[in-house]
């Protein structure tokens, strides 16, 4: 058997800042297979962004992979220069932003931002590569291509940039998609056509997708596994109906107990009290301590990761039992 | 377009008479010509007859409709001292203030924008910090004082450099320049570089500003996980994103470059247009003195309008004739 899309191994990406080291990523790792779909849930600042950024060699100064692997088609990507990076983003790994209306360049007519793309990675003309470009156009419900390429961002809805952005996501082919939040910024019609057309587009291509967001329930209906992040880490991983069904830490199920659903309408929706901890002051103890209900003086010491059940992670002494 | 071409071009008419009718009257507080005009020996007889011939009897508002009537053919007067029409005083010397300036331009432009790049890209860096140093010490000093350094240093001690003139000219469409001469070229070099100093550390500021805020801006992200290269995200990306205010000021300092080379040409004893009117003011050569500056507000406005055409190209948002664009 080959080697799977994607294995992140023990990933850990630092920030030496003047106050202290700051531990985004802090021993990360998943596999992602080709044509499935991963969720990586989070509340903000766990460090979500940095594991994308870090898989697509953007990660700036002060920021730093210090330790792991990032596996694409069994290739180590630590270990690549600043051009090897290049040829691979865009083309065999493509990221697409939260914030449409940020992500296009403003001054930039739409063909220029796609022809671009296409020509960074293929030696073709530029008609060649505006065939291209309608042809992905078209795949993204994007009518009249030709009028759109001549356009500029700010004459299109923030449903239709987001397309775009999809569109030259799409340009090379990738193997690997990064979607980081790509439709919280969009109403919920959208966000729902948009989750729709991805998990196709994924699935007919064979394409792998990782769906970045703070919504457990946008992933309930799209992924196949999920990741839960926590303070840089990964504290849970499974299947998707796992860990809906079955939540072992109590970060998942505080999470779980914050989404509104149908049966319990009426009750109050339960937050997850407390607030992330600084990660420069994150010690040796679990990093939800503060904030959890299940904590024991054991959880002073850092919890490893444990694999409770085939296909499953946690990092967590003292699990509710399923 | 073309609807607010034209009222443009009313506007414009407004902002001209407007400022003829402040220049005339600021000219006339300046002090009476005929003082210095006529020989002090001279008789009240004479005076009066001197008076008349130019027209300077008459009461101030009546002067200035006889103004008008003439500008109003093209006729801007004729110098009280010299006896030419003053347009043509003007069109001789103003060639060569603006070579000065657009040399000072092009200094400014192609030192301001890769070196306010660099310190943007690299705010932290020696280099980033040396260069944003330099702008301040450019900045802070005032122009004459750097002039007469930049002579002392290349004229009186290096020798590199001559410290006056335009040098050799040869005709370029009828107009005489210096910078197609070597000879001329050496001397246009040190008034442009004094002249520029000034542009130079604004643009930097301005370029580093602008290229800090833009590298921080998700489409610059996106720019690169398209895979593309650091000369296509920053020559194209964020360069025609901080275009639009770069655009701005060139098109202001190349207004006041044009018309307040004094200081500059004073130094350098560089045979422009500022240095007439000083002379002008010395000797009270009112139409001069008017026609100047109505001359310097004709290309304020031309280069206003110009950099307006031009935001609209850079910036797809803006469009011309909307009445965000139209004050
Ligand atoms: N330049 C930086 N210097 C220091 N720390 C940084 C820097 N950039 C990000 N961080 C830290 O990295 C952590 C992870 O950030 P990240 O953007 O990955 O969070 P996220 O999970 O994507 O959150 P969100 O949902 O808000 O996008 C944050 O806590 C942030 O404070
Ligand atoms: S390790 Fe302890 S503190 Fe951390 S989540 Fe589990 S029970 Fe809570
Ligand atoms: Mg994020």
Same mark, same amino acid.
């Given at each position: 058997?080959?080697?799977?899309?994607?294995?992140?191994?023990?990933?850990?990406?630092?920030?030496?800042?003047?106050?202290?080291?700051?531990?985004?990523?802090?021993?990360?790792?998943?596999?992602?297979?080709?044509?499935?779909?991963?969720? @990586?849930?989070?509340?903000?600042?766990?460090?979500?962004?940095?594991?994308?950024?870090?898989? @697509?060699?953007?990660?700036?100064?002060?920021?730093?992979?210090?330790?792991?692997?990032?596996?694409?088609?069994? $290739?180590?990507?630590?270990?690549?220069?600043?051009?090897?990076?290049?040829?691979?983003? #865009?083309?065999?790994?493509?990221?697409?932003?939260?914030?449409?209306?940020?992500?296009?360049?403003?001054?930039?007519?739409?063909?220029?931002?796609?022809?671009?793309?296409?020509?960074?990675?293929?030696?073709?003309?530029?008609?060649?590569?505006?065939?291209?470009?309608?042809?992905?156009?078209?795949?993204?419900?994007?009518?009249?291509?030709?009028?759109?390429?001549?356009?500029?961002?700010?004459?299109?809805?923030?449903?239709?940039?987001? $397309?775009?952005?999809?569109?030259?996501?799409?340009?090379?082919?990738?193997?690997?998609?990064?979607?980081?939040?790509?439709?919280?910024?969009?109403?919920?019609?959208?966000?729902?056509?948009?989750?729709?057309?991805?998990?196709?587009?994924?699935?007919?291509?064979?394409? #792998?997708?990782?769906?970045?967001?703070?919504?457990?329930?946008?992933?309930?209906?799209?992924?196949?596994?999920?990741?839960?992040?926590?303070?840089?880490?990964?504290?849970?991983?499974?299947?998707?109906?796992?860990?809906?069904?079955?939540?072992?830490?109590?970060?998942? $199920?505080?999470?779980?107990?914050?989404?509104?659903?149908?049966?319990?309408?009426?009750?109050?929706?339960?937050?997850?009290?407390?607030?992330?901890?600084?990660?420069?002051?994150?010690?040796?103890?679990?990093?939800?301590?503060?904030?959890?209900?299940?904590?024991?003086?054991?959880?002073?010491?850092?919890?490893?990761?444990?694999?409770?059940?085939?296909?499953?992670?946690? $990092?967590?002494?003292?699990?509710?039992?399923? | 377009?073309?609807?607010?071409?034209?009222?443009?071009?009313?506007?414009?008419?407004?902002?001209?008479?407007?400022?003829?009718? *402040?220049?005339?009257?600021?000219?006339?507080?300046?002090?009476?010509?005929?003082?210095?005009?006529? &020989?002090?020996?001279?008789?009240?007889?004479?005076?009066?007859?001197?008076?008349?011939?130019?027209?300077? +009897?008459?009461?101030?508002?009546?002067?200035?409709? !006889?103004?008008?009537?003439?500008?109003?053919?093209?006729?801007?007067?004729?110098?009280?001292?010299?006896?030419?029409?003053? !347009?043509?005083?003007?069109?001789?010397?103003?060639?060569?203030?603006?070579?000065?300036?657009?040399?000072?331009?092009?200094?400014?432009?192609?030192?301001?924008?890769?070196?306010?790049?660099?310190?943007?890209?690299?705010?932290?860096?020696?280099?980033?910090?040396?260069?944003?140093?330099?702008?301040?010490?450019?900045?802070?000093?005032?122009?004459?004082?750097?002039? *007469?350094?930049?002579?002392?240093?290349?004229?009186?001690?290096?020798?590199?450099?001559?410290?006056?003139?335009?040098?050799?000219?040869?005709?370029?469409?009828? !107009?005489?320049?210096?910078?197609?001469?070597?000879?001329?070229?050496?001397?246009?070099?040190?008034?442009?570089? &004094?002249?520029?100093?000034?542009?130079?550390?604004?643009?930097?500021?301005?370029?580093?500003?602008?290229?800090?805020?833009?590298?921080?801006?998700?489409?610059?992200?996106?720019?690169?996980?398209?895979? *593309?290269?650091?000369?296509?995200?920053?020559?194209?990306?964020?360069?025609?994103?901080?275009?639009?205010?770069?655009?701005?000021?060139?098109?202001?300092?190349?207004?006041?470059?044009?018309?307040?080379?004094?200081?500059?040409?004073?130094?350098?004893?560089?045979?422009?247009?500022?240095?007439?009117?000083?002379?002008?003011?010395?000797?009270?050569?009112?139409?001069?003195?008017?026609?100047?500056?109505?001359?310097?507000?004709?290309?304020?406005?031309?280069? &206003?309008?110009?950099? +307006?055409?031009?935001?609209?190209?850079? +910036?797809?948002?803006?469009?011309?004739?909307?009445?965000?664009?139209?004050?």
């Amino acid at each position: 058997m080959s080697a799977p899309l994607l294995e992140v191994d023990g990933l850990r990406m630092h920030f030496f800042t003047k106050a202290g080291v700051v531990k985004a990523v802090d021993d990360v790792s998943f596999r992602l297979e080709r044509g499935k779909i991963l969720g @990586l849930v989070g509340e903000s600042g766990s460090g979500k962004s940095m594991t994308g950024y870090s898989i @697509l060699g953007l990660v700036d100064a002060p920021g730093r992979i210090v330790a792991g692997r990032i596996a694409l088609n069994g $290739r180590d990507l630590t270990r690549l220069d600043e051009a090897a990076w290049r040829g691979l983003r #865009g083309n065999r790994v493509a990221m697409i932003f939260q914030d449409p209306m940020m992500t296009l360049n403003p001054v930039l007519r739409i063909d220029t931002q796609m022809v671009e793309a296409v020509r960074a990675h293929h030696d073709v003309s530029r008609e060649q590569a505006l065939d291209r470009c309608r042809e992905v156009l078209g795949r993204v419900g994007i009518a009249s291509p030709d009028e759109r390429l001549r356009a500029y961002p700010h004459q299109f809805s923030g449903g239709m940039r987001q $397309r775009v952005a999809i569109a030259i996501a799409l340009l090379n082919k990738p193997d690997l998609i990064i979607a980081d939040e790509p439709t919280t910024a969009l109403d919920v019609t959208i966000q729902g056509q948009i989750l729709f057309e991805m998990q196709n587009l994924c699935r007919e291509s064979g394409t #792998g997708l990782i769906w970045i967001t703070h919504d457990l329930s946008v992933v309930a209906g799209l992924a196949d596994d999920v990741c839960v992040m926590y303070a840089g880490r990964v504290v849970e991983s499974g299947s998707v109906d796992e860990i809906l069904d079955r939540p072992l830490h109590p970060y998942t $199920r505080g999470l779980l107990e914050s989404v509104p659903s149908r049966n319990e309408r009426g009750r109050p929706l339960r937050q997850i009290a407390g607030m992330t901890p600084s990660l420069l002051r994150l010690g040796e103890a679990c990093a939800f301590r503060d904030r959890c209900s299940q904590a024991q003086p054991d959880c002073a010491a850092a919890p490893a990761s444990s694999v409770p059940s085939a296909g499953r992670t946690l $990092r967590c002494l003292h699990p509710a039992s399923p | 377009m073309l609807a607010y071409a034209i009222r443009r071009l009313g506007q414009s008419f407004f902002v001209l008479v407007v400022m003829s009718f *402040l220049v005339f009257l600021g000219v006339f507080a300046i002090g009476n010509p005929i003082e210095l005009l006529v &020989n002090p020996q001279a008789d009240e007889a004479e005076r009066l007859r001197a008076t008349v011939a130019l027209g300077l +009897d008459k009461p101030i508002l009546e002067q200035y409709a !006889i103004f008008l009537g003439h500008a109003a053919k093209g006729d801007l007067g004729r110098s009280f001292v010299f006896n030419v029409p003053a !347009i043509q005083l003007i069109l001789e010397k103003l060639p060569a203030t603006i070579e000065l300036a657009l040399a000072a331009m092009v200094i400014s432009v192609g030192l301001g924008i890769p070196l306010g790049l660099i310190a943007g890209l690299k705010p932290h860096s020696l280099v980033g910090r040396s260069i944003m140093a330099l702008s301040i010490v450019g900045f802070s000093l005032p122009t004459f004082w750097v002039g *007469l350094v930049l002579i002392m240093l290349f004229s009186v001690h290096l020798g590199w450099l001559p410290s006056n003139g335009r040098g050799e000219t040869v005709m370029l469409l009828g !107009i005489p320049v210096s910078f197609l001469t070597w000879d001329g070229l050496m001397h246009l070099a040190m008034p442009a570089l &004094n002249l520029a100093l000034f542009k130079l550390s604004l643009l930097v500021r301005l370029t580093r500003a602008g290229t800090r805020e833009a590298v921080l801006q998700d489409y610059v992200k996106f720019a690169r996980a398209k895979g *593309l290269g650091p000369g296509r995200v920053i020559g194209v990306h964020v360069l025609k994103n901080i275009l639009v205010p770069i655009v701005t000021v060139i098109g202001l300092e190349l207004g006041s470059l044009i018309g307040f080379a004094i200081v500059t040409e004073s130094i350098f004893a560089w045979p422009g247009s500022g240095k007439l009117l000083i002379d002008s003011i010395n000797l009270l050569d009112r139409p001069v003195i008017v026609a100047y500056l109505m001359v310097i507000v004709v290309l304020f406005i031309a280069i &206003n309008f110009a950099v +307006d055409v031009l935001y609209s190209m850079l +910036d797809p948002r803006v469009r011309l004739g909307s009445s965000s664009a139209a004050h």
